[in-house]
């Protein structure tokens, strides 16, 4: 299936049991048409408001029971009844897509986590559900991995989004690196924005590292895609270090021969996070004896 729109979102993989795939890829034609109604062609902000509220009123339908839905609710509807799937994280993605439609800045952190709450954590709350695995602690780890491979994705398409006029870095850290949102790009407040998207990095690294362990508690083919998919985030960071923070410049991204070492290190994950982990009770001892 085609991925342009959607990113974040675990499409149907050889990794995929047969059995999940008419579901996944009917909740992926939801989430992807519907962002394509917040960001795509020339419509309004008005028009993108009333289509996306038409959706919300299609899953209200689903949940009176309704019938005689067009194609993409009906198998949406089907997939709903099958797996019992709450209807409450697809509402938080419309809410996202709705927020994109009005809202081009985040403030502060806590205000970029709320909207990745519901623009990406509800794509690893109805992939638990598919594999019933949805306990506190499995969807605790999945909101911090969906967060991080969300913010993962600003801090890779600064320059796209600020082509669109979007900025999704959190204000507060900007004005902390003393960059005005203006600036962004020019060759004048590149080593502070080096020195901010280190922190920006470093940050989402250790929210991605958070929740890595679902991905060796999880079993079968589930538990290895996502531990590809934690890997693969992994290694944009690190090129995003590569290429010194530059975004602008250069898009980091993956190209086939990454995918040789992403699937090396997720087959050598559970050793790899101990040593990760002893690091950094190394770093925290030496900081507290420096106190």
Known sequence: MPVDHYENFPVASILLPRRLRPAVEAIYAFAR??????????????QRLAALAAYETALDRIERGETGHDPLFERLAGVVAQYQLPLRPLRDLLSAFKQDVS?????????????????????????LTLYQQADEENVRDSDAICTALQLINFLQ????????????????????????PAALGHVDARPRWRSMMKFEVERTRALMLSGAPLALRLRGRIGFELRLVVQGG??????????????????????RRDWLRIFWRALRMKSQLKARAKVQQGR???SQETQ
């Not at 048409?33 to 008005?46: K, M, V, W, Y």
């Not at 809202?103 to 109805?126: E, I, K």
């Not at 398409?157 to 005005?180: Q, T």
């Open 103 to 127: 809202v081009s800045r985040y403030a502060s952190y806590d205000a970029l986590l709320d909207y990745c709450a519901r623009s990406a954590n509800p794509v690893g709350l109805m992939m």
């Open 157 to 180: 398409d600064v320059a796209i989004d600020l082509h669109k006029e979007r900025i999704y870095l959190p204000l507060e850290d900007l004005n902390r690196y003393a960059i005005s």
């Open 234 to 255: 992994l290694a944009i960071l690190d090129a995003i270090e590569a290429v010194e923070y530059d975004v602008f410049r250069r898009r980091p991204q993956l190209v």
């Open 284 to 286: 925290v001892r030496i």
């Open 33 to 46: 048409s519907a962002d394509d109604l917040a960001d795509e062609g020339d419509a309004t902000p008005e």
